[in-house]
């Protein structure tokens, strides 16, 4: 029925192909030529493979149209012999791989000045990277005869197009022995030198965003690689080389010993976080993503990167003090002076994929720092921004489910029991969690007169002696700050606030071995001792008469309450419930 009433649609590119005088361009005018090239016409493929048709249809994606065209049809042709040079015709395939004329023609495009038309890059690199795809051998060979390949690669990073060809070569290469031997010549050409170069400060956004990329993308298809080829005794050597510690000391560098770059630093940033990510052994023997800190020694974070970290964490604690200069950002809800940022916000992502490791240098390097507490004062301070507000739970949340690790002081306990090791961050986030809080509670808006002192074991709820609220003569912390090395003999370490008025302090005492937190409030009105090391500061000295916590809730309450109690493993949240 459908052939009796001459439904079906006819082409006319059998009927213009009977022409002797036919051009390139009539048949590429017509509607149906893409169809009939994936349907395999065979005399429109033979038409199409002809010398100089394929000339032709190289020669309209590697050349600039001319200016004087019509902008609706000045990318016609171009597109339109894209899509029959990568409609996965063997002839075509065949003809453009194995002629080498047609080769270098193509290759022509990439010796063009910066910056290439995005447009024709794209075009470029989908043809090439078909060939790669079907004409591996003969394509590899091809390239690694130019000796200027990997340079012009890595002089036109900045267009997208040519980075995606790039990662191409790492993955459309089927024949694992070839494979390898592309990455081994690669490496030999330091094309990961190259790109770590991209990133500092006096190149462009774009290679600094697309040559990041590469080497995340690099990272992953190596590691992805390594997982789904059990066989190979190779390692890979351009993910060898991005994990040695002085490439990540380079990168490190590129920001850090040069003028501050917000592009630059965000991109370094990236890439390290795509190195701190492991994989963990999954359900039925599937391996997916997860952040790092697993002790499995198979999916741990090379400790080589951590070192080369490590030294440069008070460049990234002063980027969160002094992030590079933005404009001030007026929104409905008030004034941003200064917005976060991109750069701090990656700064808090990396800190958070530090802490998932769950190192022990890294973790007091993080105390002495004081990152944790000025990652909090970020959090209270820009309290509509969620992007942060994620990554200080995944902050929080992590510390206090991480385990303790080999390095960290042990608490003894009775003699029938072996002794347990004490997480140095939860007892230092308590802290600084708890002075926070405290603050909030008062109303302090200017910094924080903190000391810290330590005194030996006492029952709970008890007020320190005198003696031990003395103001120490050479404090053992700073403002802001928490030393997690006391006294071995010490079993808890106190810290008092004291707010901007004088009028009260409140003291917040870390029990090591009941592992829990006790606030207490100290007030001024019945005790007029304070913590200041400044004669000026102390009010006039009356008869001492000091109150603990029951006593000052009996004054104002009939019902005494006892000292707010927080164990590490309720909540983060601290509760105040004082008077």
């Not at 494979?179 to 462009?204: A, C, G, T, Y």
């Not at 500061?537 to 029951?550: D, G, I, M």
Request: hydrophobic share 35%; net charge negative; charged share 25%.
């Amino acid at each position: 029925m459908f052939w009796k009433f001459d439904l079906h649609t006819t082409s006319h590119i059998d009927t213009l192909l009977d022409k002797e005088d036919v051009t390139l361009t009539e048949v590429m005018d017509e509607e149906d030529v893409l169809q009939e090239c994936k349907a395999q016409n065979h005399k429109l493929v033979d038409f199409l493979v002809r010398p100089q048709c394929m000339e032709d249809l190289v020669g309209y994606i590697t050349q600039e149209p001319n200016d004087d065209v019509e902008e609706k049809i000045k990318y016609k042709y171009p597109n339109i012999s894209c899509e029959l040079l990568t409609s996965d015709v063997g002839q075509i395939n065949d003809r453009l791989g194995e002629d080498e004329s047609l080769l270098m023609k193509l290759y022509s495009f990439l010796q063009n000045e910066p910056p290439l038309n995005p447009l024709l890059a794209s075009f470029f690199s989908k043809v090439l990277s078909i060939l790669i795809g079907r004409k591996p051998e003969q394509i590899v060979e091809f390239l690694r005869k130019r000796e200027d390949f990997v340079d012009l690669m890595i002089k036109h990073i900045g267009t997208s197009a040519i980075m995606d060809l790039l990662l191409r070569m790492l993955t459309c290469i089927e024949p694992q022995q070839l494979r390898q031997d592309v990455l081994n010549w690669l490496n030999e050409e330091k094309v990961i030198q190259r790109l770590v170069d991209m990133v500092q400060p006096s190149q462009d956004e774009d290679r600094h965003s697309n040559a990041s990329q590469s080497l995340c993308e690099i990272i992953r298809l190596s590691r992805d690689q390594m997982f789904q080829v059990q066989g190979c005794s190779e390692p890979d050597p351009l993910l060898a080389t991005l994990e040695k510690q002085e490439t990540v000391e380079q990168l490190l560098s590129n920001i850090f010993d040069k003028e501050k770059n917000e592009s630059a630093i965000v991109s370094v940033i990236q890439i390290l976080l795509t190195l701190f990510e492991t994989r963990r052994p999954a359900f039925e023997g599937h391996l997916e993503l997860c952040p790092p800190g697993l002790n499995h020694p198979s999916f741990s974070v090379n400790q080589s990167i951590l070192d080369a970290v490590r030294p440069r964490l008070k460049d990234f604690h002063q980027l969160l003090l002094e992030p590079p200069k933005k404009t001030v950002l007026k929104t409905t809800w008030g004034v941003l002076d200064p917005p976060v940022g991109n750069t701090r916000l990656n700064v808090v992502r990396l800190v958070a994929s530090l802490l998932q490791t769950n190192t022990h240098i890294i973790n007091q390097e993080l105390i002495n720092l004081n990152m944790l507490g000025v990652i909090l004062d970020m959090y209270f301070k820009y309290i509509w921004n969620n992007f942060l507000h994620i990554q200080v739970e995944i902050c929080t949340a992590m510390i206090l489910a991480m385990p303790p690790t080999q390095s960290d002081s042990e608490i003894n306990r009775e003699d029938d029991q072996e002794p347990v090791r004490e997480n140095i961050l939860i007892t230092h986030v308590s802290i600084q969690s708890a002075l926070l809080f405290l603050s909030i509670k008062m109303g302090i808006k200017s910094s924080l007169h903190v000391q810290y002192t330590s005194f030996p074991s006492a029952g709970v709820g008890q007020w320190p002696n005198d003696e031990d609220t003395q103001s120490p003569t050479s404090p053992k912390g700073t403002t802001g700050s928490s030393d997690a090395e006391e006294e071995p003999a010490s079993d808890r370490i106190t810290e008092t606030v004291t707010n901007g008025s004088m009028k009260e302090t409140l003291s917040l005492t870390v029990d090591a071995k009941t592992e829990t937190a006790v606030f207490k409030r100290y007030d001024f009105l019945f005790a007029r001792k304070v913590f200041s090391s400044s004669p000026s500061l102390n009010p006039t000295p009356l008869p001492p008469k000091k109150k603990n916590l029951a006593s000052c809730h009996t004054a104002r309450n009939p019902t005494p309450s006892p000292p707010t109690t927080v164990s590490r493993h309720t909540s983060v949240h601290l509760l105040l419930n004082y008077c």
